[in-house]
């Protein structure tokens, strides 16, 4: 019988830790990153990387971006994939700042409570709850946690959310089973597990230091094993 999530969480963060060393990620100003978060939407890290040096290739400044002509913003970030939807999002998201600003800048974001950060990030179409947390944490240092393809994956197969909860409702469940100061590597630590050994659609159950800490583990390999043996 497995331990109650909230009792496996922490131990899921030693053993990553114990496994991949503690995780580094470079803290970019707050407008990249809301701008790269958007480009990550449905691609790769590698293609959104290339569109983001592309886009500020092409222009100098995020005001630049703003004013510019929408099909060259397209054409910019078309790597990225979603070309027609993302280059709208963003320069509407910037238009939208400055107009109620007066500015293009996000540091008045500081001095809000990490509640009112995420309501005024996600009241922009295209900006949802894993956007809006990942500026948070990784820009604004604030408490959040994201939950991305492969959080949502390893946190199911581990048993750390319910089965079925909604991607949306992921975010608060398990910031709710890590402390705060874990977050930020609990979050880098997962997507890192997910890459390499709990893959999409076939986990590399093998060479996974969870396995006794694991759902998916005890309930569909072992049993598989039983079974095969049984027969």
Known sequence: MLA???ERASEVFRRLIDAYGP?????????????????????NDLNRDRAFESLRDHFPTWEAVRDADPQAVKESIRVAGLANQKGPRIQSVLKLITAEHGELSLEFLRDC???EA?????KFKGVGPKTAAIVMLFSLGMPAFPVDTHIYRVSGRIGLRPEG???EKAHEHLAGLFP???????????IEHGRRVC???????ASCALTDLCLYYQDVILEGEIRSADV
């Open 180 to 190: 705060k100061e874990m977050y930020h590597d609990a979050h880098l630590l997962l």
């Open 118 to 122: 995420q309501q005024w990030l996600t």
């Open 23 to 43: 995780p580094e990620r470079p803290r970019l100003p707050l407008l990249d990153e809301l701008v790269s978060t958007i480009l990550s939407q449905n691609t």
């Open 199 to 205: 893959k999409a659609p076939t986990p590399v159950c």
């Open 165 to 167: 909860m909604t991607i």
């Open 113 to 115: 409570s990490p509640g």
């Open 4 to 6: 109650p999530p909230a």
